[in-house]
């Protein structure tokens, strides 16, 4: 199994920044990509940013390009979600999501979640 643990959440207002931080532990070896994915009240659970651990490569949902920035510390099986110029928009529960066989960007492929972390945006 894999554990991940996040941090980094918290109130912050329009236009300020906050970085989550997601630390997996446990069986890692095998890890294909992780990312993140945000549910805000009442909406389904949406993709956010995604990395692959083994090039680099990142996705981005459409919402927070030129203003997210998703990476990776392979040493350290951890992904970090640096968040800039938030918008009220924002607000969410944020879930690290970690993926073994795919790359971990719509809810199906991911086989482990974070137990989540709250960012609320004040406008």
């Known amino acids: 199994q894999v554990q991940l643990v996040e941090s980094g959440g918290g109130l912050v207002q329009a236009g300020g920044s906050l970085r989550l931080s997601c630390a997996a532990s446990?069986?890692?070896?095998?890890?294909?990509?992780m990312g993140w994915f945000r549910q805000a009240p009442g909406k389904e659970r949406e993709f956010v940013a995604a990395i692959d651990w083994k090039g680099g490569s990142t996705t981005y949902t459409n919402s927070v390009k030129g203003r997210f920035t998703i990476s990776r510390d392979n040493t350290k099986n951890t992904v970090y979600l640096q968040m800039n110029s938030l918008k009220p928009e924002d607000t969410a529960v944020y879930y690290c999501?970690?993926?073994?066989?795919?790359?971990?960007?719509?809810?199906?492929?991911?086989?482990?979640w974070g137990q989540g972390t709250q960012v609320t945006v004040s406008s």
């Open positions: 999501a970690w993926g073994g066989h795919t790359p971990v960007v719509v809810v199906h492929t991911v086989d482990y």
């Open positions: 446990g069986r890692t070896v095998s890890t294909y990509a």
